[in-house]
T-cell receptor, first 110, second 113 residues
Framework: NAGVTQTPKFQVLKTGQSMTLQCAQDMNHNSMYWYRQDPGMGLRLIYYSASEGTTDKGEVPNGYNVSRLNKREFSLRLESAAPSQTSVYFC?????????FGAGTRLSVL | AQSVTQPDIHITVSEGASLELRCNYSYGATPYLFWYVQSPGQGLQLLLKYFSGDTLVQGIKGFEAEFKRSQSSFNLRKPSVHWSDAAEYFCAVGAQSFQKLVFGTGTRLLVSP
């Protein structure tokens, strides 16, 4: 099992560009999450999806959109990237209150 | 609202010495508590969790943590640190009725020879 797979691993964008971060899990989990990690701030929840077809805002949703494409896939979209969105992004899925994380996407917005 | 405080940003421990990482949480009911470890450039790996029952929980890699309700704490311990334990450690609290977690800001562990 691959667990939670995130693509790409690294990305550099210019301000104003758009991109989609992809996340897929093969553990048949209902819930999926997107976090951002910034130095000294831990992980902050951007959006989550409790089940296929539902999405909800987390702590820091501004500037992001998400799509729960099916049970396996949960994508995060930046429509117009800003330097403040430079961060490491983690996707996770959960079963019985335990979250399993992907390896992360390191994004730089210039 | 839930919150987690990890008061130590960095800790340096000699290899072979004991370790205690502090975690205090704020939550109105009995929380779900977790410790995760993150090695450089990697995702987060679950070390251990507390849901209910015995307040001393054992995890992977020789780690343990003790839930103390009276102190709102869930400190992580290891009797003898190995160089491979150098990483960042995150405490997290989850509500029982939801699957969302709130993370602390992390403690970076450095292991000296």
């Amino acid at each position: 099992n691959a667990g939670v797979t995130q693509t790409p691993k690294f990305q550099v964008l210019k301000t104003g560009q758009s991109m989609t971060l992809q996340c897929a899990q093969d553990m048949n989990h209902n819930s999926m999450y997107w976090y951002r990690q910034d130095p000294g701030m831990g992980l902050r929840l951007i959006y989550y999806s409790a089940s296929e077809g539902t999405t909800d805002k987390g702590e820091v949703p501004n500037g992001y959109n998400v799509s729960r494409l099916n049970k396996r896939e949960f994508s995060l979209r930046l429509e117009s990237a800003a330097p403040s969105q430079t961060s490491v992004y983690f996707c996770a899925s959960s079963l019985e209150n335990i979250q399993y994380f992907g390896a992360g996407t390191r994004l730089s917005v210039l | 609202a839930q919150s987690v405080t990890q008061p130590d940003i960095h800790i340096t421990v000699s290899e072979g010495a004991s370790l205690e990482l502090r975690c205090n949480y704020s939550y109105g009911a009995t929380p779900y508590l977790f410790w995760y470890v993150q090695s450089p450039g990697q995702g987060l790996q679950l070390l251990l969790k507390y849901f209910s029952g015995d307040t001393l929980v054992q995890g992977i890699k020789g780690f343990e943590a003790e839930f103390k309700r009276s102190q709102s704490s869930f400190n992580l311990r290891k009797p003898s640190v190995h160089w491979s334990d150098a990483a960042e450690y995150f405490c997290a609290v989850g509500a029982q009725s939801f699957q969302k977690l709130v993370f602390g800001t992390g403690t970076r562990l450095l292991v000296s020879p």
